[in-house]
């Protein structure tokens, strides 16, 4: 789940990198942004997608990462009283 997780998380970093974080200075009231030279509107909306998707994945990653830890700490024996 971890190695799954933060491969997605890579993917859509990455995509939210490509789709969005290159082109905001670009887009206009509308959030819409042309680029001539590839004949592509990017929207700011995909920004927001994107990134929502990479957090959620680093924190599910993070999560199992934490669980996976926890659980294979050797715990003492506690004493009986």
């Not at 990134?51 to 659980?71: E, H, N, P």
């Amino acid at each position: 789940m971890v190695v799954v997780s933060l491969g997605l998380a890579l993917v859509f970093g990455v995509l939210y990198h490509a789709m969005y974080w290159r082109w905001r200075g670009c887009f206009d009231d509308a959030g819409r942004c042309f680029v001539p030279g590839h004949g592509v509107v990017y929207h700011a909306q995909s920004g927001v997608v994107y990134l929502s998707l990479t957090l959620v994945c680093a924190g599910l990653a993070l999560i199992g990462f934490v669980l996976m830890a926890r659980s294979r700490t050797v715990k003492a024996p506690r004493p009986d009283l």
